[in-house]
């Protein structure tokens, strides 16, 4: 029954892509939160190591089923690679960033996304945009200026981790569209065995006793993480990305809501203005890119899940 109601030719599809794009974003704020507290105790690179293992007891099975070989006959094992290193630096620096800024602060950097991805797409994948979107793109810069705050030790070294962390996750979007020809899965196998091997090293230096609590936790988010990712994907082949695109930046009212209830942070008036034209300019972009393709072409999505 499942299976039928999340299938692409369901009449009703529009309607649970978006409703499954809003478990999943939840699902990421979910997992923020509790990367937040347990970076808290335990070195980024532990969390990450065990986090690994966790989205190993979901990737595996899923890959399994969907019959993919994911060390058979690599795809662009450069692109793979490369792919799967920026991926951990991403994660390695949205944990480092949680440990000194509220979350809705490091969210805002990550929200940026869609205009890093327009200038590295330019430059990169030789696509072309149009004075509006360059327009926007320099909004969105602007807005990352502003969320900083110069004036103020907002403009600090966290700060600088959340906002090389986003550009690290941007990159990993436009290489995504290179790699059309492998699973979903297998490109979570990719990033979470980088991941392990990484952050497996780094945690030598830094590993701390925990309880059984704690390491389920850490495996939790890893199992979290990988059932979010997995849901996001399914949306996009349920619905167009021009509609779902908005949904993304639910992120930054969780990561506000949820830092609100769980540290007791409240965001600044300049990340609050900053955020809010990063959404803008990240709106306006998604909107002139579905304007130019009346459909989104595989490259731009992950491999369907069953």
Request: glycine letters at 8%; proline letters at 5%.
């Amino acid at each position: 029954m499942l299976r039928n109601l999340i299938h692409p030719d369901n009449r009703h599809a529009l309607t649970v892509g978006i409703g499954l794009v809003i478990i999943g974003y939840f699902l990421f704020a979910l997992n923020d939160v509790v990367a937040k507290f347990l970076v808290a105790s335990f070195g980024v690179g532990q969390v990450l190591t065990i986090r690994a293992i966790g989205a190993f007891a979901v990737l595996v099975p899923l890959a399994r089923q969907q019959g993919e070989h994911p060390f058979r006959n690599v795809h662009r094992p450069l692109v793979q690679i490369l792919r799967a290193l920026l991926i951990t630096l991403d994660t390695a620096l949205f944990y480092a960033a949680v440990v000194y800024l509220p979350l809705a602060d490091v969210m805002t950097f990550y929200m940026a996304g869609p205009i890093y991805m327009t200038v590295a797409s330019h430059f990169l994948l030789g696509e072309r945009a149009g004075w509006r979107r360059w327009s926007a793109v320099l909004l969105g810069f602007i807005g990352v200026v502003v969320a900083l705050d110069p004036s103020t030790s907002a403009f600090s070294t966290p700060a600088w981790f959340a906002l090389i962390g986003g550009l690290a996750y941007a990159l990993t979007l436009v290489l995504n569209r290179s790699l059309a020809r492998t699973g979903d899965a297998t490109l979570g196998i990719y990033q979470g065995l980088a991941t392990f091997i990484l952050a497996g090293a780094a945690s030598v230096f830094d590993w701390r006793p925990f309880t059984m609590a704690e390491g389920a936790s850490m495996l939790l988010l890893g199992v979290i993480g990988a059932f979010a990712h997995l849901v996001v994907t399914r949306s996009l082949k349920l619905a167009p990305v021009s509609i779902l695109a908005p949904f993304q930046y639910t992120l930054l009212l969780w990561g506000m809501l949820f830092g609100f209830l769980f540290f007791g942070d409240i965001p600044g008036p300049n990340m609050i203005v900053g955020s809010a034209i990063i959404a803008v300019a990240g709106l306006f972009i998604s909107h002139r890119k579905a304007r130019k393709v009346e459909t989104v072409p595989d490259s731009d999505l992950p491999a369907q899940l069953p």
